[in-house]
């Protein structure tokens, strides 16, 4: 599976929108991007996924660029439950294993 | 909700002694896993099942095995204790599909052993 890099941490204002990059310059035609995030002392909580396009839910929106080297994860009002390590995953479409690297802390600040 | 439940929240264990990890899933998934997490080295990836009675080895399977005798438990055994695996273990279900399927977690054990 593609190597994603993400910051070590990153700091945002609660009530404006939170952007996590993430680079996976090695992703191959038929890896999906998966997002997760993980609240202190709890596991992680998938967040979004997608595969070539742009995806929302309620919880987030995932940008992926068009050569699909690097996305990302858009939280549009951050609050302070936000606070947490994002994980940026490429994962291929046969086998179920998911490679969590280090991630981002994302700290929102009052 | 996709509910996954580990056993224990916190368990404090012997060296040598044999532990044992439960987890169980309420959502019929096929696919169940094991990982463990540590400062500095991020989420690892122990032992997976894709169905009963099957089991294949993660990134760092050594001093662990696992059974999967019903669909909705996997279990990760400790045969001899060691302090080095002391840890936060997490355990994760998902459904078998065509390869973009999400996990579902469960709260994690953390355990010491000493």
């Known amino acids: 599976d593609a190597k994603t890099t993400q910051p070590p941490s990153m700091d945002c204002a609660e009530g404006r929108a939170a952007n996590l990059p993430c680079n996976h310059s090695?992703?191959?035609?038929?890896?999906?991007v998966y997002w997760y995030r993980q609240i202190h002392s709890q596991g992680p909580q998938y967040i979004i996924h997608?595969?070539?396009n742009n995806e929302t839910n309620e919880m987030a929106s995932l940008i992926i660029t068009e050569d699909r080297k690097s996305s990302t994860l858009i939280l549009p009002h951050a609050t302070l439950r936000d606070t947490a390590v994002y994980y940026c995953?490429?994962?291929?479409?046969?086998?179920?294993?998911?490679?969590f690297g280090e991630g981002t802390q994302l700290t929102v600040n009052p | 909700d996709v509910k996954v439940t580990q056993s224990s929240r916190y368990l404090v264990k012997r060296t040598g002694e044999k532990v044992f990890l439960e987890c169980v899933q309420d959502?019929?998934?096929?696919?169940m896993f094991w990982y463990r997490q540590d400062p500095g080295l991020g989420l690892r990836l122990i032992y997976f099942?894709?169905?009963?009675?099957?089991?294949e080895k993660g990134d760092i399977p050594e001093g662990y095995s696992v059974s999967r005798e019903k669909k909705e438990r996997f279990s990760l055994i400790l045969e001899s204790a060691s302090t080095n695996q002391t840890s936060m273990y997490l355990c994760?279900?998902?459904?078998?599909?065509?390869?973009?399927?999400?996990?579902?977690f469960g709260s994690g054990t953390q355990l010491s052993v000493l």
């Open positions: 994760a279900s998902s459904l078998a599909g065509q390869g973009d399927e999400k996990l579902f």
């Open positions: 090695t992703i191959s035609g038929n890896e999906y």
């Open positions: 997608g595969l070539k």
């Open positions: 995953i490429v994962k291929e479409t046969s086998g179920s294993r998911l490679t």
């Open positions: 959502m019929d998934h096929e696919n």
């Open positions: 099942s894709y169905d009963v009675k099957m089991k």
